[in-house]
């Protein structure tokens, strides 16, 4: 196989050919300019075929980065290299709608790899700037309940290596010291947007980012890590995720924390986020996964919004403001909102000194 591409450019109609496994030949290439983001670009492909050949009329490709720094972050997670092994291997067995795969491979050296993928554009994507609807909330929630029941325990993606575990991995681990670093530059881009007091709660969790990340009260499941509304479709009632390059096994309340306190209008938040735990639970216990009482669970769930605040700071104080304007406001809404649910919880109650 040829190499991976790395600029749109290169998504030739010789590459598609080999990458589809049929006569491609030509090909339009359009830039989706939403998909403009910190380790990837999109475009949509509309392959022209050979006399005999067929497959897809439009897809959509997802290849890396081509900026410095975030191509070394993006090896240093493995972000394009789990994505890939997502679609390969994660997908297929899942009982939730993912996009169609149609090719998914790399280079496992260098980290460097890239997907072709359903296009999505028929249906409706969600937008984290306006936030979830109330039934987009439900069903995304309900969605969550069914993803984090089928690996409950770890299943057979446990036994994959190329899925990190967020409680014990060096990967993960290893990101304490970054947040430590990248911490001044958040509060310098983003403090403004906080509630008071919340800073100081995040900045004593920065100490004990080992001991919080390893700290789980459900059982460890595949997490998606990055669900929030941008990156959900609906159609009709059912819910598809993209974006699984952080994927990883985890504590399923943390994704439920990271889309309830990034992703839903924060005064609809308050009306329903008690009602949406309790959702989320009563599909795990459903799907035969011991979950504790209601009120117990949502003790839980403030923790995981404690953890999904400094996690927060650790992508956006890191965060390259010249990607495009609307990156920009989406972390500042993202922050505010996040923020203002760890101070409608009280959150810093579960600090300590």
Known sequence: MSDVPRTLAALTPEWLSEALDT???????????????????????????????????SMVAKIPTDDPGSVAIGQMLAVWEREANFYLELAPRLPVRTPQCFYAGGDADSGIFAVLLEDLSPFVGGDQIVGATPAQAEAAISWL???????????????????????????????????????????????SHTPPDTLGWVERMIPRWNECMAEQLLPITIVHADFRIDNLFFDGGTVIAIDWQSVALGEGLYD??????????????????????????????????????????????????????????????????????????????????????????????LVGD
């Open 145 to 191: 309940g069914a993803f984090h029941a089928a690996e409950s325990g770890g299943g057979d993606a446990a036994e994959m290596a190329w899925l990190p575990a967020t409680a014990n991995s060096p990967m993960y681990q290893g990101l304490g010291p970054m947040l430590e670093a990248v911490w001044p530059g958040f509060v310098d881009r983003f403090g």
């Open 256 to 349: 439920v924390a990271y889309f309830m306190g990034g992703s839903v209008p924060t005064d609809q938040r308050r009306a329903t986020e008690r009602s949406l735990v309790s959702r989320y639970g009563a599909t795990l216990r459903a799907r035969g996964v011991e979950v504790p009482r209601d009120d117990v669970l949502f003790d839980q769930y403030r923790r995981a919004v404690l953890v999904a605040m400094t996690v927060g700071a650790l992508l956006m104080g890191q965060l390259d403001l010249t990607v495009n304007q609307r990156a920009v406001d989406l972390a500042r809404v993202a922050i505010e909102r996040m923020y203002t649910t760890g101070k409608d919880l009280a959150v810093g109650d």
């Open 23 to 57: 006569a491609v030949i030509d090909a339009r290439v359009t830039p989706i300019a939403e998909g403009e983001g910190f380790m990837g670009r999109l475009a949509r492909v509309e392959p022209i075929y050979g006399e005999g050949a067929g497959g897809p009329a």
